[in-house]
């Protein structure tokens, strides 16, 4: 009865698992499924598609699930490839999603960590060098050497005398490795995310 009544009132009743459709080059659509919405999160909380984001050569894409309500939520990435099995990645709840250059990695964001995913799920983490921050973009550089390197800006904000005060980090990275390669502060606006000087390669 409880059940026949939800359906009755809730908008979400009629999407109890949403999904996403992809097309591959050359291959069938394919549908990927997301977490259930069979509790009170049809009500409260609903996961919903949030994001299709196809590798830059259209042989693999990831797709992102997420619920929120007000400051609090959680998202689960998985990653598609044609003729694959569907793969939900170790530690997938990021906010921020990038493709390398090349397509062999995925890059994600969650508040202050950094996680690169291989094509196979392998997962490498990296904590943004800023205590205290949170990553605001994600994009890609060309360094002196042809490959991308990865851009990451960050804030802090701290108190100062009863004020809060801002500043903004640029931290380079190299890639696949996210080593730190440069970092980069200044007040109030996104800082350069400067390239590692050519005489210390």
């Known amino acids: 009865m409880f059940a026949l009544l939800l359906a009755a009132v809730s908008p979400y009743a009629l999407t109890l698992v949403p999904k996403a459709q992809l097309t591959f080059p050359g291959s069938p659509p394919q549908i990927i499924s997301g977490p259930a919405n069979t509790d009170q999160a049809v009500v409260d909380q609903p996961w919903t598609l949030d994001q299709i984001l196809y590798a830059p050569s259209k042989n693999a894409a990831a797709v ?48 202050n960590t950094l996680r690169l995913w291989n094509l196979v799920g392998g997962v490498r983490t990296a904590v ?22 990865l851009c990451v800006s960050v804030r802090r904000m701290f108190p ?3 004020v809060y005060r801002t500043t903004m980090t640029s931290i380079r990275y190299a890639l696949p490795a996210l080593k ?21 390669f």
Do not use: H, M
């Not at 998202?75 to 709840?93: I, M, N």
């Open 180 to 200: 730190v390669l440069t970092v980069t502060t200044q007040k109030g606006k996104e800082a350069e995310c400067r390239p590692l000087s050519p005489n210390l």
């Open 128 to 149: 943004t060098p800023v205590a205290g921050s949170t990553v605001q973009r994600l994009w890609l550089a060309q360094p002196n050497l042809g490959k991308s390197d």
């Open 160 to 162: 100062v005398n009863g």
């Open 64 to 111: 992102r699930f997420c619920w929120d309500i007000g400051k609090f939520g959680s998202c689960e990435t998985s990653l598609a490839r044609p003729g694959q099995p569907v793969l939900k990645l170790s530690g997938g709840d990021v906010s921020r999603l990038l493709w390398a250059t090349d397509g062999k990695y995925l890059i994600g964001a969650g508040a």
